[in-house]
């Protein structure tokens, strides 16, 4: 539905006014800057957004986003989602610093929309919040300024230069770790020996790093490395088969930060890649948690209408409800259906208003928030054709908008006559206590149509459409306003290391 998108790839050397990584080195050994408020929330709360659990399943890297153009999402930025995406490319492009570790612009845009707190409108035209959390400390070492007003770190063109530069740092100094520590000579040797980490596993690690210190990545990798596991795989640093005290990461935290931040640092930095990829799935995801009913029409006894070769409407609207199923689940939809088999949905003796009564019982009860019904029309006259889309007489706007949003994909995909968007009141449009529609795919009593309504591929293209309809009138590009991110994550006031 979109064009796809090719990633600059096109790196070069740091050219910008900002300091190298050696202006900042001596603050490594300084455990980092001190804690200090990292919200930038104007007004002056981050909220409770529930407990971090670093989970291995969420490494390593995740899949890209092949179809679609991934810098239009809508994590993380509320109704301003899309406004950086030119200076996080032009940053990531100018400043990222590490040709054999391409940084693809996708995962730094994840990366400030997890720094920008989760929250709606987290980077807003006015300023009002950060877009890169950076320590007051950090940010004058990479050369921002703090004070007097205005914080640079509100500066687009300031703070995602920074925070590409923030995050190469990182990365050098996991690529390179410093031989003259004992963590740093243990894991220089295992690159000797083994190779270093792949770009995927460097940008999970480099990514726990921009939260809680290079250094202290290498030093859990040293840890790993006693352990007699891989520390080029981050999932090694956090592994859930032992307690919390025992990993890697935590031992290292504790080393670099001492005991009392250790379980707090170790589970917002132990969860902070998962949490970045997690934005990332979302996106995949449009329709996440919608609760969608799917009602193929007739079945079992009653075959619906018939065509002149002997389609049976039911199995055609089954064909394509199950294909419906599979599209809708795949962009994150919970899906139910009436029936997924050739059978009435009640009882097999069941009358037609039994029948009728049983779907609408199903999706009120659930309840679904959406509702579609696929049919297939027929007529006396075998020369009728054409795709005609219904919702109910009374119908509420969302209805109207799904019915002809559905049309005109519909529309599109069959090449079929447009018969229109119609208004009637079908028991189970009527009746359904959610936007719903009922769409006529073709005419199996015309003998053209017929072919093509039990055709698979067909059936998929129109399984496609609908999908598309929904998901402009459902999904979480269409309720921009109203997506929220309290349930992926929390910034944790915690110190952040240097490196
Ligand atoms: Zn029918």
Do not use: C
């Amino acid at each position: 539905m979109q064009t796809s998108f090719q990633i600059p790839r096109v790196l070069s050397l740091n050219v910008n006014t900002l300091k190298p990584a050696s202006a900042v080195q001596s603050q490594e050994d300084q455990a980092g800057d001190l804690p200090e408020n990292i919200s930038y929330d104007a007004r002056g709360s981050v909220p409770d957004h529930g407990p971090l659990i670093p989970n291995p399943a969420h490494y390593p890297a995740p899949s890209r986003l092949p179809e679609r153009n991934p810098m239009e999402t809508t994590w993380g930025f509320g109704r301003f989602e899309n406004a950086y995406n030119d200076q996080i490319e032009k940053a990531v492009e100018e400043v990222w610093e590490h040709p054999d570790y391409p940084l693809d612009p996708l995962t730094f845009k994840a990366l400030v929309a997890a720094e920008s707190a989760f929250k709606k409108d987290a980077v807003s035209p006015t300023g009002a919040v950060g877009l890169v959390q950076i320590t007051g400390g950090t940010a004058r070492a990479y050369g921002l300024r703090t004070s007097p007003p205005p914080d640079e770190r509100r500066d687009p063109d300031k703070a995602l230069p920074a925070g590409v530069k923030i995050l190469a740092d990182k990365l050098t100094v996991i690529n390179q770790p410093n031989e003259n520590e004992d963590y740093g000579k243990k894991v220089a040797e295992y690159y000797a020996r083994e190779g270093k980490p792949n770009p995927e596993q460097m940008e999970t690690l480099a990514l726990a790093g921009y939260n809680g210190g290079g250094s202290t990545v290498v030093r859990a990798m040293a840890y790993a490395i006693e352990d007699g596991k891989d520390p080029r795989n981050f999932a090694n640093l956090v592994a859930e088969d032992r307690p919390m005290t025992e990993t890697p990461l935590y031992k290292a935290i504790k080393d670099t930060f001492g005991e009392r931040f250790a379980s707090g640092k170790y589970h917002e930095m132990g969860a902070y890649p998962g949490r970045i990829y997690g934005i990332e799935n979302r996106e995949f995801e449009p329709l996440r948690g919608k609760r969608i009913m799917v009602d193929p029409g007739h079945g079992g006894g009653d075959a619906g209408a018939r065509g002149p070769e002997g389609a049976k409407e039911s199995m055609i609207n089954l064909g394509v409800s199950l294909k419906l199923r599979d599209k809708l689940e795949a962009l994150g939809a919970e899906v139910r259906m009436t029936r997924d088999t050739d059978r009435k949905v009640s009882h097999p003796d069941a009358s037609q208003s039994e029948e009728l009564r049983a779907r609408v019982a199903m999706a009120n009860s659930w309840p679904a928030q959406v509702y579609v019904s696929v049919h297939s029309n027929s007529a006396a006259n075998p020369a009728a054709h054409g795709t005609e889309t219904y919702h109910s007489r009374n119908a509420s706007e969302k209805s109207k908008e799904m019915a002809a949003a559905v049309h005109k994909e519909m529309v599109g995909a069959t090449g079929f006559r447009d018969r229109g968007v119609k208004a009637a009141n079908f028991h189970v449009i009527k009746n359904t206590h959610m936007p719903a529609i009922l769409v006529e795919t073709g005419f199996v009593s015309n003998p053209v149509e017929e072919k093509h309504l039990t055709d698979p591929e067909m059936q998929d293209k129109m399984a496609q459409a609908i999908t598309n309809g929904v998901e402009q009138v459902f999904g979480l590009n269409a309720n921009r306003g109203e997506v929220s991110f309290a349930d992926t994550g929390k910034i944790i006031e915690a110190p952040v290391e240097a490196q």
